[in-house]
């Protein structure tokens, strides 16, 4: 049973840190592409950031770069998402969803995760 559970998520203040987990199980990440979405209340679940399992290139949102990183440890079976300087505007659900379809490279296009977290909760406020 394919399953991805978020954990990391919390109040923290402006400019401050935070690090998500994506935990899997039922599945080995080496065959997955791994995306990070986020959505905040009234608004639309937008992608962050993305590794992609066929060539581990990582891709991110104009609004995270340089301030968010994703990677990988095989060895928990463990995605992560390090986000630094975080703004208000970062507050939202944090998801983690896997593509199975070893495409090149990796998007943000919802329908091509087949398997969601349920979420965790990051508000950045003073």
């Known amino acids: 049973q394919v399953q991805l559970v978020e954990s990391g998520g919390g109040l923290v203040q402006p400019g401050g840190s935070l690090r998500l987990s994506c935990a899997a199980s039922?599945?080995?990440?080496?065959?997955?592409?791994i995306g990070w979405f986020r959505q905040a209340p009234g608004k639309e679940r937008e992608g962050v950031s993305c590794?992609?399992?066929?060539?581990?290139?990582?891709y991110y949102a104009d609004s995270v770069k340089g301030r968010f990183t994703i990677a990988t440890d095989n060895a928990k079976n463990t995605v992560y998402l390090q986000m630094n300087s975080l703004k208000p505007e970062d507050t939202a659900v944090y998801y983690c969803?896997?593509?199975?379809?070893?495409?090149?490279?990796?998007?943000?296009?919802?329908?091509?995760?087949?398997?969601w977290g349920r979420g965790t909760q990051v508000t950045v406020s003073s």
């Open positions: 969803a896997a593509d199975p379809s070893l495409r090149a490279g990796c998007s943000f296009l919802l329908y091509e995760y087949d398997y």
């Open positions: 590794i992609s399992s066929s060539d581990s290139n990582t």
């Open positions: 039922g599945f080995t990440l080496d065959y997955y592409t």
